[in-house]
């Protein structure tokens, strides 16, 4: 039997590609955002090679994300894989002068969001005792750098929640995964600057990870045997030694 996937932050990067791998494989997709006109579109691609209904909420929206995933038609009802994936850096600033509309934001997306999706989701995974949790993480929720603080924090969060679900589901036989990434190449850093010019420059001199390359490991852990669990991945791009180490060449 086809599994089915829940994957929030369907729209963009990790969360797009992860749709594309999936379809590539026949897994029946629940792809939720909040960007309508690009749910619309990758239904029509995606649906040439497996099922796909869409969901537009978000995800800071606790009754309307109960809501909408409370009401999903039959066919779709039974999640086996939750992918956790929406989720923001807003501004990069020292926490003295950070902005407390940014920290709401970061909060609520990433830790709340989370735990809104998870709450409406879980249920129906212990009451089947089987399923599968991914949760996207970062580097920044291992390791805290400069100006990184609230968003760290919130990346933190999401590190000790995943391992807090590994525990609690445990007697259910639910497997709970973090997948952590350093620097990936995606929309992530237009939103962090907000549009300005810093964004251009993160990328530029050294080959990044790509959305796609994370979305593998995503399948990777979803597709191995019952008995395995691949509980957390921390993977960076080669350039990549830590948070603050990036090999650039000169342009």
Known sequence: MKKTALITGATSGIGRATA???????????????????????QNELSKSTEVITLNFDVRDRAKTLEVIGSLPEAFQNIDILINNAGNAHGLDPIQTGSLDDWDAMMDI???????VSKAVIPGMTERQSGHIINIGSSAGKEVYPKGNVYCGS???VLAITEGMRIDLNPFGIKVTAINPGLVETEFSEVRFKGGKQADSVYKGYKALQAEDVAEVIYFAVSRPAHVNIADVLMF?????????VKKELI
């Open 20 to 42: 594309y791998e999936f379809a590539k494989h026949e897994i029946k997709l629940i792809l939720c955002g909040r960007r309508q006109d690009r749910l619309d579109q990758l």
């Open 110 to 116: 990433n830790v709340k969001g989370l735990l809104y």
């Open 155 to 157: 990346k933190h969060a």
């Open 237 to 245: 791009c080669t350039a990549q030694a830590n948070s603050t180490i």
